[in-house]
């Protein structure tokens, strides 16, 4: 937040709540690049301290909060907004109440959550739900609400397509990201725009949203009452900021389309074979990038980023169950070697 102050809402006055988020790697990759002919890069934003590209907002909006005088902040999470917020919210010392879909939060985000001292409730119902208590919440009660409809995360969140730039030293062809609640495409744009306006590159990438098909209300048109995703952090049925990306597709030449769970799946495992470890909803960008790659929509040599929202710690579950427990063995050289196909 540092870095970009002169480019964020902040003044003099701001005290600015920070754990060094941010300043996140975009790392080549060397297979994905073989596979869709293009020069794919990864925004892997699971380097930040809550291991979620939720931060880069949390930080603006709790420093935001501390500014205006807040004692207390709530926020409606599918588990990595409600471990920002409980982290910053810490780091500030001020009150936080956190509202989850009950039974479809990642057990290392409720960890989070938990462990930095939030309140948390789990109600009957989906993130949809949770965001409506919220917004009421707000309403009616001094509480700040730290959503991505409070327009501080969204300011915060735009540093992303700062740093792509920055690291680039022009704009990416195609930019490529999951949607769920879809604040962070409409922060990645608003970014991308900025970056136009102040001469820094000429035009924005094509921007591509992917939604995951049994929670794709942008892309059917409709709110969907029931979301349903193995993608836990994305399965939101009513998106916040449902026009706006819809604008950022519309504007830069992109889209928003959906991938299936078996995509998404498929992706994980492979990024995951290539040393980065990622949850299910940021592997929808993968899913997303060889989907485009493979209805021929993909430029050969074309330079796209990929964003990696959040970290494959925080759902250690799935990495779990897709593999065989490892064999126990006793204090012996020459099993342990015939055990992991070492040869003499
Ligand atoms: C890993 O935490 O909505 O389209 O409540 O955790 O800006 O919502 C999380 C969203 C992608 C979608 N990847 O971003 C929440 C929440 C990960 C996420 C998204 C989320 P938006």
Request: proline letters at 5%; hydrophobic letters at 40%; glycine letters at 10%.
């Amino acid at each position: 937040m540092e870095e970009y102050r002169d480019r964020l809402p902040m003044s003099e006055a701001t005290p600015v709540v920070t754990l060094r988020e941010g300043g996140t790697p975009l790392i080549f990759s060397e297979r994905l690049s073989e596979r869709t002919g293009a020069e794919v890069w990864l925004k892997y934003e699971g380097t930040n301290p809550t291991g979620s590209f939720k931060d880069r907002g949390m930080s603006l909006a709790i420093s935001k909060a501390v500014e205006e005088g807040a004692r207390a902040v709530i926020c409606a999470s599918t588990g990595n907004t409600s471990a920002s917020a409980a982290a910053y919210a810490a780091k500030a010392a001020l009150t936080c109440g956190v509202i989850v879909p009950r039974g479809k939060t990642a057990s290392g985000k409720l960890a989070q959550a938990l462990v930095h001292g939030a309140t948390v409730l789990q109600v009957d119902g989906s993130f949809d739900a949770a965001l409506r208590i919220c917004r009421s919440l707000h309403e009616r009660y001094p509480v700040e609400l730290v959503n991505s409809v409070n327009p501080y995360r969204i300011e915060g969140q735009k540093t992303g397509a700062f740093e792509v730039v920055d690291f680039l030293g022009r704009a990416p062809d195609v930019h490529v990201m999951p949607v769920g609640n879809a604040g962070n495409i409409t922060a990645y744009w608003q970014g991308y725009q900025e970056e136009v306006a102040a001469g820094r590159i000429r035009r924005g990438p094509v921007m591509r949203g992917y939604q995951a098909a049994g929670a794709a209300p942008i892309v059917r048109g409709e709110v969907v009452a029931e979301p349903s995703t193995i993608a836990t952090a994305i399965r939101i049925g009513h998106p916040a900021s449902w026009q706006p990306a819809l604008a950022a597709a519309r504007d830069s030449g992109g889209s928003i389309r959906s991938v299936t769970d078996r995509q998404i799946l498929q992706a994980y495992r492979r990024l995951a074979r290539e040393g980065v470890f990622v949850e299910m909803a940021s592997a929808a960008s993968i899913a997303g990038l060889l989907d485009l790659s493979d209805a021929g929509e993909l430029a050969k040599g074309a330079r796209v980023v990929c964003v990696l929202t959040g970290h494959g710690l925080k759902e250690p579950d799935w990495a779990i169950s897709g593999a065989s427990q490892p064999p126990i063995i006793r204090d012996d050289t020459a099993v342990a070697a015939q055990m992991l196909g070492i040869e003499p």
